[in-house]
Structures are given as C-alpha cells and as structure tokens.
Nanobody
Framework: VQVVESGGGLVQAGTSLRLSCTASGLSFSTSAMGWFRQVPGKEREFVAAISWSQTSTRYADSVKGRFTISRDNNKKMMWLQMDNLKPEDTAVYYC??????????????????WGKGTQVTVSL
C-alpha cells in the first residue's frame, strides 16, 4: 500500500492551497479517506474525512467553512481545498485511508494507511 500527499507549500494568510492524495495497493473506491495534521510537539489532529461514496463528509470545527474535502474514485485521487488560510493552519498534513472504517472511526485501526505528509506553512 502506498499513500502519497502533495501540494503543500508556503503561503500568506488569507490565500488558498489545495492538497492532493493518491493511494495504490488497496481498494480505493471502497475506502473512506481523510486528512490529519500535526504540529511539532502536539498530537496529530483530525481535519476532514470523506466516505468512499462521497456522500458523507466530516470536518473539524476549526476548518469548517474554509476547507473542502473531495475525491474522484476513477482517478484514485482525494483533495483538500483550503481557503482563507490562517497561521494556525501551519502543520504537516497527512492523508489516511481506512479500508475497514468510516469517516467517524478513521485513523483508529492499525490497518489504516498513512502518507508521509506534506508541509503547509501559512505566514502573516
């Protein structure tokens, strides 16, 4: 299983960035997927998740209304559109795929697959 994130970078507050995630070696179209982020010295925190059917999504309160998660099962791609970025959004963003979970249990199973992360830095 391989999970790869891309799209991170250094941006100014108030601007946008779109992260991408692709996964191979698993059943992409039947797996819930999500994004977590982590700042050095802090625990990894949930950002957003999307069901395999794209009919259900879930967001952390801190990003609701600013971030949008989406996916295309035919392309085996997932995205996180981040608008109106704030300095507190600075973190390493990780993509996670769960083959036996849901958007509510994502990242709890030892079977979940993680990418290596992509750095997002938001400056004032």
């Amino acid at each position: 299983v391989q999970v790869v994130e891309s799209g991170g970078g250094l941006v100014q507050a108030g601007t946008s960035l779109r992260l991408s995630c692709t996964a191979s070696g698993l059943s992409f179209s039947t797996s819930a997927m999500g994004w977590f982020r982590q700042v050095p010295g802090k625990e990894r925190e949930f950002v957003a998740a999307i069901s395999w059917s794209q009919t259900s999504t879930r967001y952390a309160d801190s990003v609701k209304g600013r971030f949008t998660i989406s996916r295309d099962n035919n392309k085996k791609m997932m995205w996180l559109q981040m608008d109106n970025l704030k300095p507190e959004d600075t973190a390493v963003y990780y993509c996670v795929v769960t083959t036996d979970g849901t958007i509510w249990t994502i990242a709890r199973s030892p079977k979940d697959s993680w990418g290596k992360g992509t750095q997002v830095t938001v400056s004032l």
